[in-house]
């Protein structure tokens, strides 16, 4: 029996042409006969997202209902709407839709079957829906029969809301709606954030059914072992999961049951500013026709891709099916990790490139979430600076930091989990002075912790921050394993090191109901 999808139970009636999961090919002529976009010489599509050229925080709000009120952590990642402004900002959308030809995708969010989402987006664009087709779990011609959604995203860009009208901070919103299963997206042409509104979504979800939600990617070895990669927006989670010697279970969003680890995503959603054949081949080959390039530089005459340049935005990405990557697992599973890796971006160039964690460190480092903003890439930042973003992604968690810490902590000490702090930032110096840490290094450093090879040498306790650094890795000079060996002035180094100590314990001091043995484990 042909199940019913339209669009009227969401209040949007007289409709034009509406397209429901369309295949890639028909997705790409569409957009560009409708002038979304144009064809790289690589095959991908490439588009311009024009004002918002990345997520926009502070204009995602939760629907304040009473179901989800005490459940969820208020603050400035997590605002509240009331229902009453909701109701006529939607209303105010659908009548904006009525008439306008519309694309929808039915699939799901999560590989495995027990606790996957359906999922239903409703796009005004077409590449917005080639987007979300690639980057969700495409569903069978079966399970496309029969697919009823309990969560829907509406995605119209060309809508924007009206501040004083709307009770939004701009013209641009992300809306989620607990209670309806229902996420509003307008003013904004990001593609990701239909991406984020669905992990957030699954982050306040998922716990109650026992599953931990993480920001990281993850992949599998040769014998089955399987490693996570947290880490925020250009820490290397897609560049350093993407190797060529394991095979790829996804790049970004993952749940921890009982069983085993799951990929959220069909897809990945690659940072690709100076990508490079060389260094990411997986990647730099997965950018291909059926791939959406988002706000990277194309030329209009030869088509050609300059990854190199940031004339648009430093977040320039790809969007392509997880199987575009050779060894990509295909369904995203995995059983119980063995190595996790948090992953830092330090321009300070002060945390050493790999250090090994106790429990109660790995605790530490987890709500803690540290990297850095550099010099240069935003308006008035002139040094680097500190970012601490709980879990690894603070933007994405609408409960206490607490829940994903205690299921976190409570898998890693079950199944006796190693875990990693590594540093892909600055060494030598601060950003602009001393040298990003040669990805070739950091290779080899992740090589040998999950080869086990990490366990056989001697290690050194950092006296200022407090972890366990090896005094030797194979394929990596014992002076970079040092940072302050690589300093022209070790006094310098000092400093600046007190100094984000100082920041970390700053921070931690917000996350009050952390037990004494955490709090102990971070920068003395």
Known sequence: ??????????????????????????????????????????????????????????????????????????????????LETFAKLYQRLTAYLQGRELFIFDGFAGADPDYRLPIRVVNEFAWQNLFVHQLLVRPGASELAEHEPQLTVICAPGFKAVPKQDGTRSEAFVIINLEQKLIIIGGTSYAGEMKKSIFTTLNYLLPVRGVCPMHCAANMGPKGDTALFFGLSGTGKTSLSADPERYLIGDDEHGWTDRGIFNFEGGCYAKCIKLSAEYEPQIWNAIRFGSVLENVVVDVESRQVDYDSSALTENTRAGYPVDYIPNAVIPGVGGHPTTVFFLTADAFGVMPPIAKLTPEQAMYHFLSGYTSKLAGT???????????????????????????????????????????????????????????????????????????????????????????????????????????????????YDATARKLAGLFKDNFARFKDAPNAVRAAGPV
């Open 378 to 492: 935003e308006r008035g930042v002139t040094d680097p600076e500190a970012t601490f973003s709980t879990c690894f992604g603070e933007p994405f968690v609408p409960r206490p930091p607490m829940v994903y810490a205690s299921l976190l902590g409570e898998r890693i000490a079950r199944h006796k989990v190693n875990v990693y702090l590594v540093n892909t930032g600055w060494t030598g110096g601060p950003y602009g002075v001393g040298r990003r840490m040669s990805i070739k290094h950091t290779r080899a450093m992740v090589t040998a912790a999950l080869n086990g090879e990490l366990e056989k040498v001697e290690y050194q306790l950092d006296p200022i921050f407090n972890l366990y650094r090896p005094q030797s890795c194979p394929g990596v000079p014992a002076e970079v394993l040092n940072p302050r060996q690589t300093w022209d002035n070790p006094e310098e």
């Open 1 to 82: 029996m042909r199940k019913d999808f339209s669009l009227a139970k969401l209040g949007i009636n007289n409709c034009g042409n509406v397209y429901r999961n369309l295949p890639v090919p028909r997705l790409v002529e569409i957009a560009l006969a409708r002038g979304e976009g144009l064809l790289a010489a690589n095959g991908a599509l490439s588009v311009n997202t024009g004002k918002y050229t990345g997520r926009s925080p502070g204009d995602r709000f939760f629907v304040d209902t009473a179901s989800v009120h005490e459940s969820i952590n208020w603050g400035a990642s997590n605002k509240p709407l009331s």
